[in-house]
T-cell receptor, first 113, second 117 residues
Framework: KAGVTQTPRYLIKTRGQQVTLSCSPI?????VSWYQQTPGQGLQFLFE???????NKGNFPGRFSGRQFSNSRSEMNVSTLELGDSALYLC????????????FGPGTRLTVT | AQTVTQSQPEMSVQEAETVTLSCTYD???????LFWYKQPPSRQMILVIR??????QNATENRFSVNFQKAAKSFSLKISDSQLGDAAMYFC??????????????FGKGTKLSVKP
């Protein structure tokens, strides 16, 4: 079974631009979560989607948004990029049952210049 | 809000030896999950082991085992017979049960483990 895939793997953007990252979950997984990883703040939860609905949201500004499609694929968007948005963005998927664990993708490395 | 603390930013172990990584957490919930994730330099986060809080028995996965002390809110990871491939960042993580306050993972800052040949 294929793992969680994320595209692109690397991205360089300029301040003020916007960016869209994509995540394809493991087949059969309906929950997709996004995390931001930086050296200073560590791993922080952005949001979780399930059945095309945002179920949970972390403490990030409204510039960070996401969505999920009917095939469970998810995208996250960051508008008006800031230097501090440079990070590794990780996507994780899981089945929707009580004890299911999250499986992570390789991440997208975003650099904002 | 729940918090997870890993007090050891870096650890080092000799190949074939045993090492223990520490993790403490804070929560007011009675049932939850705890995890250890490994992130090698290639960056793919991999689940190492997990523990359900309602289970008193410590989880074990091959060379990896945990010491779960619920009252002390402590969740340490022991790696036996360390191998070069164990070198990585190790993250301790907490998750509420579904229906709890949050279903997302709350991570500690991580411990960087080096394995010396």
């Amino acid at each position: 079974k294929a793992g969680v895939t994320q595209t692109p793997r690397y991205l360089i953007k300029t301040r003020g631009q916007q960016v869209t990252l994509s995540c394809s979950p493991i087949s059969g997984h309906r929950s997709v979560s996004w995390y931001q990883q930086t050296p200073g703040q560590g791993l922080q939860f952005l949001f979780e989607y399930f059945s095309e609905t945002q179920r949970n949201k972390g403490n990030f500004p409204g510039r960070f948004s996401g969505r999920q499609f009917s095939n469970s694929r998810s995208e996250m968007n960051v508008s008006t990029l800031e230097l501090g948005d440079s990070a590794l963005y990780l996507c994780a998927s899981r089945r929707e049952d009580t004890a299911s664990e999250q499986y992570f993708g390789p991440g997208t490395r975003l650099t904002v210049t | 809000a729940q918090t997870v603390t890993q007090s050891q930013p870096e650890m080092s172990v000799q190949e074939a030896e045993t090492v223990t990584l520490s993790c403490t957490y804070d929560t007011s919930e009675s049932d939850y999950y705890l995890f250890w994730y490994k992130q090698p330099p290639s960056r793919q986060m991999i689940l190492v082991i997990r523990q359900e809080a309602y289970k008193q028995q410590n989880a074990t996965e091959n060379r990896f085992s945990v010491n779960f002390q619920k009252a002390a809110k402590s969740f340490s990871l022991k790696i036996s017979d360390s191998q070069l491939g164990d070198a990585a960042m190790y993250f301790c993580a907490y998750r509420s049960l579904p229906g709890g306050s949050q279903g997302n993972l709350i991570f500690g800052k991580g411990t960087k483990l080096s394995v010396k040949p």
